[in-house]
Protein backbone atom coordinates (compact mmCIF):
# COMPACT_ATOMS: atom_id res chain seq x y z
CA UNK A 1 0.00 0.00 0.00
CA UNK A 2 1.07 3.32 -0.58
CA UNK A 3 0.00 6.58 0.85
CA UNK A 4 -0.83 9.84 -0.12
CA UNK A 5 -1.21 13.53 1.23
CA UNK A 6 -5.24 14.34 1.09
CA UNK A 7 -5.90 17.34 -0.24
CA UNK A 8 -4.66 20.68 0.83
CA UNK A 9 -3.99 18.60 4.22
CA UNK A 10 -0.87 16.45 5.99
CA UNK A 11 -3.30 13.75 6.55
CA UNK A 12 -1.68 10.35 4.93
CA UNK A 13 -4.13 8.47 3.98
CA UNK A 14 -3.91 5.11 2.03
CA UNK A 15 -4.16 5.06 -2.02
CA UNK A 16 -7.32 2.99 -1.33
CA UNK A 17 -10.08 3.11 0.74
CA UNK A 18 -12.49 0.56 2.29
CA UNK A 19 -16.22 0.90 2.18
CA UNK A 20 -18.38 -0.47 4.66
CA UNK A 21 -21.63 0.22 2.50
CA UNK A 22 -21.75 -3.85 3.01
CA UNK A 23 -21.18 -4.25 6.76
CA UNK A 24 -24.21 -5.97 7.64
CA UNK A 25 -26.90 -7.79 6.32
CA UNK A 26 -30.26 -5.80 6.87
CA UNK A 27 -30.28 -4.52 3.41
CA UNK A 28 -30.78 -8.15 2.22
CA UNK A 29 -27.13 -7.98 0.65
CA UNK A 30 -24.07 -7.46 2.07
CA UNK A 31 -21.95 -9.63 4.62
CA UNK A 32 -22.78 -10.76 8.19
CA UNK A 33 -20.76 -9.73 11.36
CA UNK A 34 -18.24 -12.45 11.45
CA UNK A 35 -17.16 -11.74 7.66
CA UNK A 36 -17.13 -8.21 7.73
CA UNK A 37 -14.62 -8.41 10.33
CA UNK A 38 -12.50 -10.60 7.60
CA UNK A 39 -12.68 -8.12 4.88
CA UNK A 40 -12.07 -4.95 7.42
CA UNK A 41 -8.95 -7.82 8.63
CA UNK A 42 -7.77 -8.45 5.33
CA UNK A 43 -7.71 -4.15 4.39
CA UNK A 44 -5.48 -2.83 7.47
CA UNK A 45 -2.98 -6.05 6.87
CA UNK A 46 -2.70 -4.65 3.64
CA UNK A 47 -1.70 -1.52 4.92
CA UNK A 48 -5.03 0.31 4.62
CA UNK A 49 -6.28 3.07 6.89
CA UNK A 50 -8.89 5.36 5.26
CA UNK A 51 -12.47 3.60 6.22
CA UNK A 52 -15.16 4.85 4.53
CA UNK A 53 -18.53 4.46 6.30
CA UNK A 54 -22.05 6.59 6.84
CA UNK A 55 -24.61 7.01 9.48
CA UNK A 56 -27.09 5.53 7.71
CA UNK A 57 -25.44 2.55 5.60
CA UNK A 58 -27.10 -0.91 6.77
CA UNK A 59 -29.24 0.75 9.12
CA UNK A 60 -26.33 1.66 11.50
CA UNK A 61 -25.03 -1.40 11.97
CA UNK A 62 -22.11 -0.46 9.52
CA UNK A 63 -20.89 1.64 11.52
CA UNK A 64 -22.10 -0.58 14.64
CA UNK A 65 -19.86 -3.57 13.62
CA UNK A 66 -16.64 -0.80 12.93
CA UNK A 67 -16.48 0.63 16.28
CA UNK A 68 -15.76 -2.90 17.54
CA UNK A 69 -13.35 -3.86 14.60
CA UNK A 70 -11.16 -0.21 15.25
CA UNK A 71 -11.27 -0.23 18.92
CA UNK A 72 -7.82 -2.34 19.20
CA UNK A 73 -5.67 0.33 16.96
CA UNK A 74 -8.12 3.53 16.77
CA UNK A 75 -5.61 6.10 16.47
CA UNK A 76 -4.03 4.25 13.35
CA UNK A 77 -6.66 4.46 11.15
CA UNK A 78 -9.13 7.34 9.99
CA UNK A 79 -12.06 6.84 9.90
CA UNK A 80 -14.91 8.61 8.27
CA UNK A 81 -18.63 8.87 7.94
CA UNK A 82 -21.56 10.93 6.90
CA UNK A 83 -24.18 12.50 7.35
CA UNK A 84 -27.41 14.13 5.85
CA UNK A 85 -29.41 10.73 5.06
CA UNK A 86 -32.16 10.44 7.52
CA UNK A 87 -32.24 7.62 10.56
CA UNK A 88 -35.92 8.90 10.98
CA UNK A 89 -37.89 8.76 8.19
CA UNK A 90 -41.06 10.34 10.15
CA UNK A 91 -38.91 13.31 11.50
CA UNK A 92 -38.49 16.81 9.07
CA UNK A 93 -35.40 17.34 10.56
CA UNK A 94 -34.52 13.71 10.87
CA UNK A 95 -31.82 14.40 7.74
CA UNK A 96 -30.76 16.96 5.33
CA UNK A 97 -27.67 19.51 5.66
CA UNK A 98 -28.81 21.76 8.87
CA UNK A 99 -27.06 22.33 11.65
CA UNK A 100 -29.67 19.87 13.79
CA UNK A 101 -29.25 17.48 11.61
CA UNK A 102 -25.31 17.19 11.56
CA UNK A 103 -25.18 17.54 15.15
CA UNK A 104 -27.48 14.29 15.89
CA UNK A 105 -26.04 12.78 13.78
CA UNK A 106 -22.70 13.29 14.63
CA UNK A 107 -23.21 12.70 17.88
CA UNK A 108 -24.84 9.09 17.17
CA UNK A 109 -22.10 8.25 14.84
CA UNK A 110 -19.33 8.80 18.15
CA UNK A 111 -21.96 6.68 19.98
CA UNK A 112 -22.01 3.53 17.22
CA UNK A 113 -18.65 4.15 16.09
CA UNK A 114 -17.03 3.94 20.03
CA UNK A 115 -15.15 6.83 19.53
CA UNK A 116 -14.78 10.96 20.44
CA UNK A 117 -14.13 11.99 17.29
CA UNK A 118 -14.22 11.31 13.85
CA UNK A 119 -10.87 11.86 11.18
CA UNK A 120 -13.15 12.98 7.95
CA UNK A 121 -16.54 13.83 8.46
CA UNK A 122 -18.75 14.24 5.27
CA UNK A 123 -21.61 16.01 3.97
CA UNK A 124 -23.57 12.85 2.00
CA UNK A 125 -25.77 14.54 -0.34
CA UNK A 126 -26.64 18.43 -1.01
CA UNK A 127 -30.09 19.01 -0.21
CA UNK A 128 -30.75 22.18 -1.98
CA UNK A 129 -32.33 23.44 1.59
CA UNK A 130 -29.85 24.85 3.62
CA UNK A 131 -27.29 27.89 3.32
CA UNK A 132 -24.16 27.04 2.79
CA UNK A 133 -23.26 29.53 5.25
CA UNK A 134 -25.21 27.73 7.72
CA UNK A 135 -23.32 24.10 6.93
CA UNK A 136 -19.41 25.65 6.93
CA UNK A 137 -20.01 27.38 10.08
CA UNK A 138 -21.91 24.31 12.01
CA UNK A 139 -19.01 21.93 10.25
CA UNK A 140 -16.22 24.52 11.75
CA UNK A 141 -18.25 24.56 14.93
CA UNK A 142 -17.78 20.81 15.26
CA UNK A 143 -14.34 20.99 14.33
CA UNK A 144 -13.28 23.27 16.71
CA UNK A 145 -15.19 21.14 19.83
CA UNK A 146 -12.33 18.49 19.03
CA UNK A 147 -15.33 16.22 17.50
CA UNK A 148 -13.86 16.24 13.80
CA UNK A 149 -10.64 16.48 12.56
CA UNK A 150 -11.31 17.14 8.62
CA UNK A 151 -14.46 17.87 6.60
CA UNK A 152 -15.47 16.62 3.04
CA UNK A 153 -18.63 16.69 0.79
CA UNK A 154 -20.07 14.67 -1.39
CA UNK A 155 -22.75 14.13 -4.45
CA UNK A 156 -22.55 18.04 -4.51
CA UNK A 157 -22.33 20.18 -7.64
CA UNK A 158 -18.66 22.11 -8.43
CA UNK A 159 -20.26 25.52 -8.03
CA UNK A 160 -21.61 24.46 -4.61
CA UNK A 161 -18.45 23.54 -3.23
CA UNK A 162 -16.21 26.06 -4.70
CA UNK A 163 -18.69 28.59 -2.87
CA UNK A 164 -18.91 27.05 0.01
CA UNK A 165 -14.26 26.55 0.16
CA UNK A 166 -14.68 30.48 -0.78
CA UNK A 167 -16.43 31.28 1.98
CA UNK A 168 -14.42 29.04 4.60
CA UNK A 169 -11.29 30.90 3.20
CA UNK A 170 -13.11 34.45 3.89
CA UNK A 171 -14.47 33.75 7.03
CA UNK A 172 -11.29 31.65 7.92
CA UNK A 173 -13.35 28.61 8.48
CA UNK A 174 -12.28 25.21 8.09
CA UNK A 175 -12.74 24.00 4.50
CA UNK A 176 -13.23 20.77 2.82
CA UNK A 177 -10.47 19.15 2.08
CA UNK A 178 -12.29 15.86 0.44
CA UNK A 179 -14.63 15.94 -2.51
CA UNK A 180 -16.26 12.45 -3.25
CA UNK A 181 -17.93 11.59 -6.61
CA UNK A 182 -18.89 8.37 -8.29
CA UNK A 183 -16.28 8.04 -11.12
CA UNK A 184 -14.95 5.16 -12.42
CA UNK A 185 -14.31 3.93 -16.31
CA UNK A 186 -18.44 3.79 -16.73
CA UNK A 187 -18.79 6.94 -15.48
CA UNK A 188 -16.65 9.83 -15.98
CA UNK A 189 -18.80 12.94 -16.06
CA UNK A 190 -17.39 14.47 -12.80
CA UNK A 191 -14.63 15.17 -15.12
CA UNK A 192 -16.48 18.11 -16.58
CA UNK A 193 -16.36 20.10 -13.80
CA UNK A 194 -16.44 18.24 -10.27
CA UNK A 195 -12.41 16.96 -10.91
CA UNK A 196 -10.87 20.01 -12.31
CA UNK A 197 -12.38 21.95 -9.43
CA UNK A 198 -10.99 20.03 -7.25
CA UNK A 199 -7.65 20.06 -8.82
CA UNK A 200 -7.61 24.04 -9.00
CA UNK A 201 -8.61 23.91 -5.59
CA UNK A 202 -6.61 20.93 -3.92
CA UNK A 203 -9.36 18.68 -2.77
CA UNK A 204 -8.71 15.40 -2.34
CA UNK A 205 -11.22 12.81 -4.39
CA UNK A 206 -12.80 9.66 -3.73
CA UNK A 207 -14.50 7.46 -6.04
CA UNK A 208 -17.60 4.88 -5.06
CA UNK A 209 -18.42 2.69 -7.48
CA UNK A 210 -15.03 2.37 -9.13
CA UNK A 211 -16.26 -0.84 -10.70
CA UNK A 212 -19.39 1.32 -12.37
CA UNK A 213 -21.58 -1.17 -9.83
CA UNK A 214 -19.95 -4.07 -10.41
CA UNK A 215 -19.95 -3.92 -14.30
CA UNK A 216 -16.15 -3.68 -15.18
CA UNK A 217 -15.45 -6.76 -12.87
CA UNK A 218 -17.27 -8.39 -15.90
CA UNK A 219 -20.17 -10.04 -13.47
CA UNK A 220 -23.30 -8.64 -15.19
CA UNK A 221 -21.99 -9.72 -19.05
CA UNK A 222 -24.72 -12.69 -18.98
CA UNK A 223 -27.49 -9.67 -18.61
CA UNK A 224 -29.48 -11.04 -15.92
CA UNK A 225 -31.54 -8.10 -14.83
CA UNK A 226 -31.68 -9.73 -11.30
CA UNK A 227 -27.75 -9.39 -10.69
CA UNK A 228 -27.47 -5.47 -11.77
CA UNK A 229 -29.45 -4.01 -9.08
CA UNK A 230 -26.35 -2.35 -7.31
CA UNK A 231 -25.88 -0.89 -11.16
CA UNK A 232 -28.79 0.45 -12.04
CA UNK A 233 -28.54 2.29 -8.15
CA UNK A 234 -25.68 4.40 -9.79
CA UNK A 235 -27.47 5.01 -12.56
CA UNK A 236 -25.39 2.69 -15.01
CA UNK A 237 -26.05 -0.36 -17.18
CA UNK A 238 -24.49 -2.65 -19.62
CA UNK A 239 -24.73 -0.30 -22.77
CA UNK A 240 -23.14 -1.03 -25.70
CA UNK A 241 -21.00 1.64 -25.08
CA UNK A 242 -20.19 0.04 -21.34
CA UNK A 243 -19.57 -3.19 -23.25
CA UNK A 244 -16.87 -1.77 -25.41
CA UNK A 245 -14.83 0.03 -22.61
CA UNK A 246 -15.12 -3.66 -20.57
CA UNK A 247 -13.75 -5.69 -23.60
CA UNK A 248 -11.02 -3.04 -23.24
CA UNK A 249 -10.52 -3.90 -19.96
CA UNK A 250 -10.92 -7.49 -20.27
CA UNK A 251 -8.11 -7.24 -23.31
CA UNK A 252 -5.44 -5.48 -21.17
CA UNK A 253 -6.22 -8.40 -17.70
CA UNK A 254 -5.90 -10.90 -19.90
CA UNK A 255 -2.56 -9.98 -21.26
CA UNK A 256 -1.26 -9.41 -18.04
CA UNK A 257 -2.46 -11.93 -16.04
CA UNK A 258 -4.85 -9.37 -14.16
CA UNK A 259 -8.80 -9.80 -13.10
CA UNK A 260 -10.67 -6.77 -15.17
CA UNK A 261 -11.80 -5.42 -11.47
CA UNK A 262 -8.06 -4.70 -11.00
CA UNK A 263 -7.18 -3.34 -14.19
CA UNK A 264 -10.35 -1.00 -13.66
CA UNK A 265 -8.96 -0.20 -9.89
CA UNK A 266 -5.68 1.03 -11.08
CA UNK A 267 -6.76 3.47 -13.75
CA UNK A 268 -8.31 5.67 -11.16
CA UNK A 269 -4.94 5.03 -8.54
CA UNK A 270 -3.10 6.03 -11.26
CA UNK A 271 -4.94 9.34 -11.88
CA UNK A 272 -3.13 12.88 -11.37
CA UNK A 273 -3.74 14.42 -7.65
CA UNK A 274 -5.37 12.56 -4.80
CA UNK A 275 -7.56 10.28 -6.55
CA UNK A 276 -8.32 7.21 -4.46
CA UNK A 277 -11.11 4.51 -5.21
CA UNK A 278 -13.41 3.47 -2.81
CA UNK A 279 -13.99 -0.55 -2.82
CA UNK A 280 -16.07 -2.51 -0.80
CA UNK A 281 -16.43 -6.03 -0.75
CA UNK A 282 -18.97 -8.74 0.39
CA UNK A 283 -16.41 -11.28 0.98
CA UNK A 284 -13.21 -12.24 2.07
CA UNK A 285 -12.02 -13.23 -0.70
CA UNK A 286 -13.67 -10.28 -2.95
CA UNK A 287 -11.65 -7.73 -1.00
CA UNK A 288 -8.02 -9.98 -1.12
CA UNK A 289 -8.98 -10.27 -4.71
CA UNK A 290 -9.01 -6.68 -5.68
CA UNK A 291 -6.47 -5.45 -3.47
CA UNK A 292 -3.91 -7.34 -5.71
CA UNK A 293 -4.27 -4.17 -7.80
CA UNK A 294 -1.83 -3.03 -5.62
CA UNK A 295 1.19 -5.55 -6.57
CA UNK A 296 1.31 -3.92 -10.35
CA UNK A 297 0.90 -0.99 -12.19
CA UNK A 298 -0.66 -0.54 -15.75
CA UNK A 299 1.85 1.06 -18.11
CA UNK A 300 1.39 4.94 -19.83
CA UNK A 301 0.28 2.90 -22.80
CA UNK A 302 -2.68 1.15 -21.20
CA UNK A 303 -3.55 3.93 -19.73
CA UNK A 304 -4.16 5.64 -22.42
CA UNK A 305 -5.87 2.84 -24.04
CA UNK A 306 -7.92 2.92 -21.30
CA UNK A 307 -8.50 6.48 -21.42
CA UNK A 308 -9.45 6.55 -24.72
CA UNK A 309 -11.87 4.13 -24.97
CA UNK A 310 -14.01 5.94 -22.35
CA UNK A 311 -13.66 9.03 -23.04
CA UNK A 312 -16.36 11.45 -23.18
CA UNK A 313 -17.42 14.67 -24.58
CA UNK A 314 -16.80 17.67 -22.17
CA UNK A 315 -19.53 19.46 -23.75
CA UNK A 316 -20.34 23.43 -23.66
CA UNK A 317 -18.59 25.64 -22.38
CA UNK A 318 -15.06 23.14 -23.09
CA UNK A 319 -16.06 21.98 -26.24
CA UNK A 320 -16.39 25.77 -27.59
CA UNK A 321 -13.75 27.18 -25.30
CA UNK A 322 -11.55 24.69 -27.66
CA UNK A 323 -12.25 25.82 -30.88
CA UNK A 324 -9.82 27.28 -33.10
CA UNK A 325 -11.42 29.84 -34.37
CA UNK A 326 -12.24 30.88 -30.70
CA UNK A 327 -8.75 30.28 -29.85
CA UNK A 328 -7.89 32.95 -32.53
CA UNK A 329 -10.21 35.39 -31.47
CA UNK A 330 -8.74 35.69 -27.60
CA UNK A 331 -5.10 35.23 -28.88
CA UNK A 332 -4.56 36.42 -32.33
CA UNK A 333 -1.63 35.20 -34.34
CA UNK A 334 -0.65 33.79 -30.79
CA UNK A 335 -3.21 30.77 -30.55
CA UNK A 336 -1.54 27.29 -29.98
CA UNK A 337 1.90 29.76 -28.87
CA UNK A 338 0.99 30.18 -24.94
CA UNK A 339 1.91 27.94 -22.67
CA UNK A 340 -1.39 27.12 -20.61
CA UNK A 341 -1.42 26.79 -16.49
CA UNK A 342 -1.23 23.32 -15.29
Given at each position: ??????????????????????????????????????????????????IDTANQYTGGDSEQFLGEFIAAEREKLVIATKY??????????????????????????????????????????????????????????????????YIGISDTPAWIVSKANTLAELRGWTPFTGLQVS???????????????????????????????????????????????????????????????????????????????????????????????????????????????????????????????????????????EMEQLQQSLNGQFAGKIAKRN
Open positions: MEYKLLGKSGLRVSDIALGTMTFGDRWGFGADKMESRKIFDAYVEAGGNLSLTMNPMDPNGGGNHRKSLVQSLDASLKRLQTDYIDMYWLHAWDFMTPVEEVMRALDDQVRAGKILYSLVQREAERELIPMANALDIGVTAWAPLGGGILSGKYKAGRPEDSKRADFIGESLSETNRSILETVESIAQEIGKTPAQVALNWIRQQEGTMIPIIGARTEKQIKDNLDCLTFELTPEQMDLLTKASSIHLGFPHDFL
